[in-house]
């Protein structure tokens, strides 16, 4: 029996800063397809989480380990998201579009439901947390599944934060973290014009030492989590 976080997107960038820096002890589990460094402590489930068969067993072994756990502190984070393929919609290839769609908004969905009824009824302390992004309220061209993905995700945390008042009593919540110096800005920064007519903005951003380190933004974040957030919350680390 201890604490559990399961981190989704723990390989790389800001999930695997969180999964770092979790501030209590607990077993941390990561949901990726390339997995955290072997030497971080942080377990691995392989899973693409944008292919809708996977998806089962994922739920199983969330459950699974909850179970054994019984833990009375508990999260799962959604951090694992992608913006490829950028680049118009009407324009971009079909399955690559699918896949993004699936995983960003989709694959969160499905994960917090499983981890809804894995802690339902167990007292403690649980904490479900979708990594969002300012893009989910501001329109940008080159991003159209990537937007509505983390937008979904927003509002789903809103009902499902709802439902949780009623009864559940996990705090649901949705953080958005800022500009993160990571893989995903690194690839945006080579975007064309054409597919991401912003793309000046960030490089910019980039070369005036704007962007905040994942280690930042995660401590930052597991600041924000442990202040207990009201369920139902949509919030931008940049507020804080
Ligand atoms: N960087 C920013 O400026 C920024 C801003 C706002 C929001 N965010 C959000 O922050 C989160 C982390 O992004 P990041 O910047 O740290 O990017 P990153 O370094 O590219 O990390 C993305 C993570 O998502 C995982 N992932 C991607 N596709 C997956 C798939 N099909 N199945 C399972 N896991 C998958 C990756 O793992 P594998 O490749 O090993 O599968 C990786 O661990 C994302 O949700 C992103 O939308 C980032």
Redesign the pocket.
């Known amino acids: 029996m201890g604490n559990l976080v399961i981190v989704?997107?723990?390989?790389?960038?800001?999930?695997?800063s969180i999964a770092r820096q979790v501030p209590f002890e607990a077993r941390v589990v990561d949901?990726?397809?390339?997995?955290p460094p072997p030497d971080s402590g942080i377990e691995h489930i392989d899973?693409?989480?944008?292919e809708v068969g996977e998806w089962p067993e994922v739920a199983a072994a969330v459950r699974q380990m909850v179970k054994d756990e019984s833990p009375e502190r508990s999260a799962l984070i959604h951090?694992?998201?992608?913006l490829s393929p950028m680049g118009f919609a009407g324009e971009v290839e079909d399955l690559p579009y699918a896949?993004n769609i699936l995983?960003?908004s989709a694959s969160g969905q499905f994960l917090g439901h499983a981890y809804l009824s894995a802690v339902a009824g167990r007292k403690g302390d649980h904490d479900l947390v979708m990594?969002?992004?300012?893009?989910a309220s501001t329109p940008y061209q080159g991003w159209s599944s990537?937007g509505a993905g983390?937008a979904a995700l927003n509002h789903w945390v809103r009902h499902a934060g709802e439902e949780q008042k009623l009864r559940g009593g996990v705090r649901v919540s949705a953080i958005?973290?800022?500009?993160?110096d990571?893989?995903?800005?690194t690839e945006i920064r080579k975007m064309p014009e054409k597919d991401f007519p912003r793309v000046e903005r960030f490089r910019d951003l980039h070369d005036e030492g704007k962007?905040v380190s994942?280690d930042e933004a995660a401590r930052r974040f597991w600041q924000v989590v442990e202040s207990g957030l009201e369920t139902g919350s949509v919030v931008d680390l940049r507020a804080y």
Do not use: F
């Not at 989704?8 to 695997?16: F, I, M, V």
């Not at 951090?79 to 992608?82: E, S």
């Not at 990594?131 to 893009?135: D, L, N, Q």
């Open positions: 989704t997107g723990a390989s790389s960038g800001l999930g695997l949901i990726s397809r390339s997995g899973a693409d989480l944008s951090a694992a998201g992608t896949a995983l960003n990594v969002s992004s300012g893009a990537y983390k958005a973290p800022g500009v993160i990571t893989s995903m800005q962007l994942p």
